[in-house]
């Protein structure tokens, strides 16, 4: 129940087209869903991060869209950069009540964007 | 503000010594949290601390142990290194836990190798 599934693995894309990352989740308990973005050497960095209450959050050329009924969210990245290549984290937490910031991480997707 | 530093930046070891890992939060964040990443476990959480208190702990043996200092500073620790601990260990920094969707800030991590 705590499992956050992450595909695909890895994704390859041209310069501009739309990247699609996709999440899916069991507890029905989390209530804050963030994406990492984590270049090589570095620590991952929070991109974007939604909570249950609204479908879609877009900032700038990454949108997430969230559907609470089948337990999936995904993260977009509008035309994508040679600078986006990285690899990407969804991860799920339930933050209120429960007093703790402990992230439950995807897998990773590998993002490579070819110009 | 300079952000979440963890030292030291790279480790190796051999079997059956132990290693203690720093991390200094984001100057006035009073959570630390702590995870460890390998290419087939992704990032797993080891533990929370807030307030010098542990708040929450991940499913790692007892070997892996923590704390935090009363200026918000925390160590790890991991006994008796097995070639399975090789990993990136990440801390991330908060403000409070539980209390707001806080975003959580990474460090670049100390990259521990096992011989």
């Known amino acids: 129940q705590q499992q956050v599934k992450q595909s695909p693995q890895s994704l390859i894309v041209q310069k501009g087209g739309i990247s699609i990352i996709n999440c899916a989740y069991e507890?029905?308990?989390?209530?804050?869903f963030p994406w990492y973005q984590q270049f090589p050497g570095k620590g991952p960095a929070l991109l974007i991060a939604i909570r249950p209450d609204v479908s879609e959050k877009k900032e700038g050329r990454f949108t997430i869209s969230f559907n609470k009924s089948a337990k999936q969210f995904s993260l977009h990245i509008m035309d994508s950069q040679p600078g986006d290549s990285a690899t990407y984290f969804c991860a799920a937490s339930k933050f209120m009540g429960g007093a703790t910031n402990k992230l439950i991480f995807g897998t990773g997707t590998l993002l490579a964007v070819q110009p | 503000k300079a952000g979440v530093t963890q030292t030291p930046r790279y480790l190796i070891k051999t079997r059956g010594q132990q290693v203690t890992l720093s991390c200094s939060p984001i100057s006035g964040h009073r959570s630390v949290s702590w995870y460890q990443q390998t290419p087939g476990q992704g990032l797993q959480f080891l533990f929370e601390y807030f307030s010098e208190t542990q708040r929450n702990k991940g499913n790692f043996p007892g070997r892996f142990s923590g704390r935090q200092f009363s200026n918000s500073r925390s160590e790890m620790n991991v006994s008796t290194l097995e070639l399975g601990d090789s990993a990136l260990y990440l801390c991330?920094?908060?403000?409070?836990?539980?209390?707001?969707?806080?975003?959580?800030?990474f460090g670049p991590g100390t990259r521990l190798t096992v011989l």
């Open positions: 507890n029905t308990a989390f209530d804050y």
């Open positions: 991330a920094s908060s403000p409070e836990p539980g209390i707001s969707y806080n975003e959580q800030f």
